[in-house]
Nanobody
Framework: QLQASGGGLVQSGCSLRLSCAAS????????VGWFRQVNGKEREFVAVIMWSGADALYADSAKGRFTISRDNAKNTVYLQMNSLKPEDTAVYYC?????????????????WGQGTLVTVSS
């Protein structure tokens, strides 16, 4: 129901835009977050956008470089990633949360996309 795309191989300093397209249901009432995972480590919170699109929160590692946005008419959430660094290399997942206290906790999300690989070379 969530399809992440847009990953790829880029050089350090370049940009990528990830997309998370929902199907089968509308996610306009859900928070949608992006997480990333490296080599079997815990999934790490990157950014989240509230259902209205008016509020967004970012991990410290993403602040100032990444921008999350959503188009509810298209049932799609985006993650614009600028000034990419090798340490941003990971599989990026989008996830949707209907309600919960902890937007940064992956266990509080209800639906997950399959992940898209981002590789940043130095």
């Amino acid at each position: 129901q969530l399809q992440a795309s847009g990953g790829g191989l880029v050089q350090s300093g370049c940009s990528l835009r990830l997309s998370c397209a929902a199907s089968g249901r509308t996610f306009s009432n859900y928070r949608v977050g992006w997480f990333r995972q490296v080599n079997g480590k815990e999934r790490e919170f990157v950014a989240v956008i509230m259902w209205s699109g008016a509020d967004a929160l970012y991990a410290d590692s993403a602040k100032g470089r990444f921008t999350i946005s959503r188009d509810n008419a298209k049932n799609t959430v985006y993650l614009q990633m600028n000034s990419l660094k090798p340490e941003d290399t990971a599989v990026y997942y989008c996830a949707a949360q209907y309600s919960g206290n902890y937007y940064y906790d992956p266990y509080e999300y209800d639906y997950w996309g399959q992940g898209t690989l981002v590789t940043v070379s130095s």
